[in-house]
């Protein structure tokens, strides 16, 4: 054990190290958003107001997982921007729109092509547990015996497989 004087205050962890990566990290998963750089900086700060700072063992783990949430919370608040409705445009579209049932014919062939699409895009076992479970109402046990893998593996395959459904974008086939 290292004794310090009082007046020798234990230094934080460096952070420039991971910057580039953590950049990099950002663009990636934002899609080149240019609020990388503000997200990056409120990612620095959560982990400087971490309770024990000193605790950590893995400094760049830590603020990866930070990073994981924060950018979770940014794409959830991007979503949840507020839409501005026009209802003269809203009422014109109406006004041109020669059957409504075809419109909404229309729009469900898009959503099941979409469907469709999203889910060939899924590595194989993903879609293989994703259909066990949601077409043929297997248990994730079940699902674990049925493609031999342990059922933390089928509950992180299923996870992940739901995720990608849930951020596709289903307004724009």
């Known amino acids: 054990m290292v004794h310090r004087p009082h007046s020798e205050a234990p230094q934080e962890p460096s ?36 309770p024990n700072l000193h605790a950590i ?8 997982r930070i990073a994981a949430n924060a950018v979770s919370e940014y794409i ?42 999203v889910l060939t895009e899924l590595p194989t076992t993903h879609r293989a547990v994703l259909v066990l479970y949601a077409q043929e109402g297997l248990s994730q046990e079940e699902i674990g015996a049925k493609l031999g893998v342990n059922t933390q593996t089928v509950r992180k395959y299923l996870r992940q497989a739901l995720a990608r459904f849930r951020a596709t974008d289903w307004s724009h086939p």
């Open 15 to 50: 952070l420039e190290r991971y910057h580039a990566g953590l950049y990099r990290y950002l663009l990636r998963r934002l899609k080149g958003a240019p609020d990388a750089e503000d997200l990056a900086q409120t990612i620095y700060l959560r982990f400087l107001q971490a």
């Open 57 to 64: 063992r893995q400094p760049q783990a830590y603020l990866y």
């Open 76 to 117: 959830l608040r991007r979503k949840a921007e507020r839409i501005t409705f026009d209802s003269h445009l809203a009422d014109e579209l109406a006004e041109h729109s020669p059957d409504p049932q075809a419109d909404e014919a229309a729009e469900q062939i898009e959503s099941q092509q979409l469907f469709k699409r």
